[in-house]
């Protein structure tokens, strides 16, 4: 009893089997030889092996080896294949049972979790990989080189006399900002496809002004209603004052109580004029397609464009004070919306900067962006009724998130009394 207690074996039993029917009934419904039984009672045996005797545990995986040759040894007469996957998952559901054996829980839960949307997601990821360019390989490595090899050696302290550029802090920014863009793109690759709406709020969220402009010349040209297009570019924009919140939520947590209202409340907004004016489904453009975002070129030109930002809005925050600030937020949302969120947020992350003065500049910085689209979506689209009403609905917007702020900044006095 003392060696097992009832209630703690019970846990982790429960556990043990939970993660093996998770898996095996995700290989059930794929119409395998081994299903949720076998993976309850494989991830079982892992659990009982490593409470038992940690020693027994290499005989009971065995054990599972000779399940998997049997198996494979069946597929190979009766189908000429082998169950690479199958067994591949049956030997990792009996090392997952064995961490819970041993009184692990998040890693072998998580684990199991992670495994089956990998096996779920079989036709996404084999769709995915077949339309892979090598540009797009080289990507995913170029950001792995960034994050884990040149991030490691640069120096953690600033470089400068006027402190205004710490190598390693500004790499940290712009790998995170890289991964974001390069996940949404990812997700854009992968299910893109699956109808305009979605393709322009992925699109959006890894560029908005590119997105717009690539949407606005297929959308101008007639293809699709005026209020689908219209909901279609709003879309973007909605995606943009996302991705700017989340932005600002990694790297200042702190400015969020500023920034989220009036994000939020334009946000809402946006969502609340594609409800009313989409007039029914729209299909794809065509052509839809946005370039990766994590390339040697285009990683050096945000960071080089995000130091810029941020020496500027140093030294404006530094000499001119808020409304410095703020203006440079403005300009540099004219640019680029990310770089002028990500430069206010590290600064508050680093203590050179009040965190309700940078979420008020990462506000500004995201309604220049979307207002900076509309000259962009009317010389691509040359439809002057489609840019007249996404005018229209984009000025209400900023408006709404400009007095929100405005609100924010004349009640906070108030509120800290």
Request: aromatic share 8%; hydrophobic share 55%; charged share 10%.
């Amino acid at each position: 009893m003392i060696r097992f207690p009832p209630a703690e074996v019970a846990a982790k039993i429960a556990v043990s089997l939970g993660i093996g029917l998770l898996v095996g009934i995700e290989r059930e419904w794929s119409n395998k030889d081994l299903g949720a039984r076998t993976f309850a009672l494989t991830a079982l045996l892992g659990t009982l092996a490593a409470l038992f005797e940690p020693a027994i545990a290499p005989v009971a995986l065995v054990g599972v080896f000779l399940i998997v040759a049997f198996a494979n040894a069946r597929s190979l007469l009766v189908d000429r294949s082998l169950e690479a996957t199958t067994s591949a998952a049956l030997l990792v559901i009996f090392i997952l049972g064995a961490l819970v054996g041993q009184g692990h829980l998040f890693t072998p839960v998580a684990a199991a979790i992670l495994m089956t949307m990998l096996l779920a997601w079989k036709f996404e990821l084999r769709r995915f990989a077949g339309g892979l360019q090598p540009a797009e390989i080289r990507s995913a490595v170029l950001l792995g080189l960034l994050g884990l090899v040149v991030y490691p050696i640069l120096p953690n302290r600033f470089i400068d006399p006027w402190e205004l550029i710490n190598p390693r802090q500004a790499w940290l920014t712009v790998v995170v900002i890289a991964g974001i863009g390069f996940v949404n793109y990812v997700l854009l690759k992968l299910y893109g496809t699956h109808g305009l709406y979605l393709s322009a709020f992925l699109g959006g969220s890894i560029n908005s002004s590119a997105a717009a402009a690539e949407l606005s010349s297929p959308l101008g040209a007639g293809g699709v209603s005026s209020g689908v297009a219209v909901a279609a570019l709003l879309l973007t924009i909605i995606a943009m004052f996302l991705r700017n919140l989340i932005i600002l939520a990694l790297l200042a947590p702190s400015s969020v109580a500023v920034a989220a209202t009036p994000i939020l409340a334009m946000t809402a907004a946006a969502l609340l004029f594609v409800r009313l004016t989409r007039t029914g489904g729209g299909s794809a453009p065509a052509e839809f397609h946005l370039d990766s975002p994590v390339s040697l070129t285009r990683v050096l030109t945000f960071a080089a464009l995000f130091l810029a930002i941020q020496i500027v809005c140093t030294l404006g925050e530094r000499y001119l004070g808020r409304v410095g600030f703020l203006g440079i937020s403005v300009l540099g949302g004219l640019v680029s919306s990310a770089s002028t969120s990500a430069a206010a947020a590290n600064m508050v992350g680093h203590g050179q900067m009040n965190p309700g003065l940078a979420g008020g500049g990462v506000v500004l910085a995201s309604v220049s962006s979307a207002l900076i689209n509309l000259p962009i979506i009317h010389r691509r689209a040359g439809n002057p009724a489609l840019s007249r009403r996404l005018a229209t609905l984009t000025v209400v917007l900023s408006a709404l998130g400009l007095l929100l702020l405005a609100a924010e900044e004349f009640y906070r006095p108030f509120l800290r009394q």
